[in-house]
């Protein structure tokens, strides 16, 4: 496959794709951003609603699902949405989405099962999928690159903020009114978001009648959908023993196949596979992949180490996390104008060695670590994680056509999100065997019969449980808090790795931005 080698389109030169008015430029830029900040929270908000939606519809042994179904559907979309919006354009696929998001709420509040509330969860994931990527191409269209690199540093802000009130809103919802209103509260701002772009957007009609690839769509709908939760049960590796494991994985390698059959043959594929022979798309995604797999490793795993090493409580691990999401969105916010003076390569690597830099002294945490290290550090990875996205985004933007900006565009957050759940099934492995290796030692150090000691060794849910961690016996606690912290070193070796891959291929990024 050869591989495009000119550079981005020399600032000076950029213009942007629609022009609108500066008011109508504002009105669509609030638009999208209530929209997103909407799809954003919903993957917040409703963590500190499940007690009581569990004590209402039952299903405690499911209810990890509820996030899990939106998560998925939001994730196998991405790609879809940006390349039809390339194909019918952004304001008609920008609404339909919002419209299909709240359609899933008001479903959701009105669940009256807990696999009902399961079944429009995943609906409204299929809605949110749409809203975030094209939100961002859409900025690609009305706004130059000077002003994107501003204007998208709101966006951070935003994002950060959906973190910040999502589990504030939730709790306050639950408590005040009724958990079916985290879900029924995004109807009225939904539909001013849409409402909103709708009226505001104008784009230029369409002269021909596009082709829609049916085929490819749904090859890579299944594929992607068996890969998540292949590697979603594949924490556990006993998993491994089930004969639908297998089926499943079977399953992803014939509907890859037939994805990538369909798609050399399509009039119009769902997802060019010649765009990765531009330059800045096909790096930018392995970058954004292997910073994904870092990433939600580490939001993962910290929070961990944090409740079951250090033995803080659940809002403490909540609270570990803020240094990162303040280091993205200041870093966010600084990194476009910093990409405008440097150009996008070294903004780049200058983030990728600031999450190398955090994951080695994260890698050489203990017990005794004092928690401002742990927080500083966990800073530092937010500030690269701030200035690489960002970066990632307006690179890809602005070496494409904009008959390719959604496909584009949704690549660089589809990419991160795949890298994601990768790299937290492989690091969950990874702690499972790390746990799995030191059983013997745990026994003979707690005194305790063996039975009892796999069962925590395999689930150490315990750990982070403030009443079963009390009742375990204070030599199995010690022994179990010990090599959970062993195993949680080779994790973040691992997330290390990772991101010392991703400054390799940040590398192979153009070194002159035009």
Known sequence: ??????????????????????????AVTAGIM??????AMETTVVGTAMPTVISSLGGLNVYSWVVSAYIL?????????????????????????????????????????????????????????????????????????????????????????????????????????????????????GLAAALVVWLALKEPAKTQKPVIDYAGASWLFLSITLLLIVLSESRDMRAWQHPLMIAAVIGIVVFSFLFIRTERAAVEPIMPLT?????????????????GTAMFGALTFIPLFVQGT???????????????????????????????????????????AFVLASFIV????????????????????????????????????????RSQLGIATSLTQFSRSIGGAIGVAVMGTMMSIGLASQQAQIQQASGLPEAEVA???????????TTARAELPPALLHSMEGALAKSLHNVFIVGAVFAAFALVAGFLLPASDG
């Open 73 to 189: 559907t939001s994730t196998v979309t991405v790609p879809v949405w940006g390349r039809l919006s390339d194909l019918l354009g952004r304001r008609t696929l920008y609404t339909l989405a919002v419209i299909i998001f709240l359609i899933g709420s008001v479903l959701s509040g009105a669940a009256t099962s807990i696999w009902g509330l399961i079944i429009f969860r995943a609906v409204q994931g299929l809605g949110a999928g749409g809203i975030i990527p094209l939100g961002m191409t859409v900025n690609g269209d009305i706004y130059t690159l000077r002003e994107r690199a501003k204007v998208q540093g709101l966006f951070s802000l935003m994002w950060g903020l959906a973190s910040i009130v999502g589990p504030l809103a939730g709790g306050f919802i639950t408590q005040h009114w009724s958990w079916r209103w985290v879900f029924y509260i995004n109807v009225p701002f």
């Open 455 to 465: 069962a925590i060794v395999h689930n150490p849910n315990a750990l982070i449980e």
């Open 362 to 401: 994260l890698s050489r945490i203990t017990q005794f670590t004092p928690r401002w290290v742990l927080l500083s550090d966990i800073g530092l990875m937010g500030s690269g994680m701030g200035l690489v996205m960002l970066t990632l985004v307006l690179a890809t933007q602005n070496s494409v056509e």
């Open 310 to 352: 250090l033995g803080g409580s659940a809002t403490e691990a909540g609270v570990i996390l803020t240094p990162l999401l303040l280091g993205w969105v200041i870093l966010a916010i600084i990194g476009g104008r910093l990409m405008l003076r440097i150009g996008y390569r070294p903004t780049i690597l200058i983030g990728l």
């Open 34 to 39: 209530l929209g997103s900040f909407l799809a």
């Open 1 to 26: 496959m050869n591989i495009k080698t000119e550079n981005i389109k020399p600032v000076a030169e950029d213009k942007p794709n629609v022009l609108l008015s500066l008011n109508r430029r504002r």
């Open 275 to 291: 765009i990765f022979r531009n330059r800045i798309v096909a790096v930018g995604s392995l970058v954004g992949f292997l910073v």
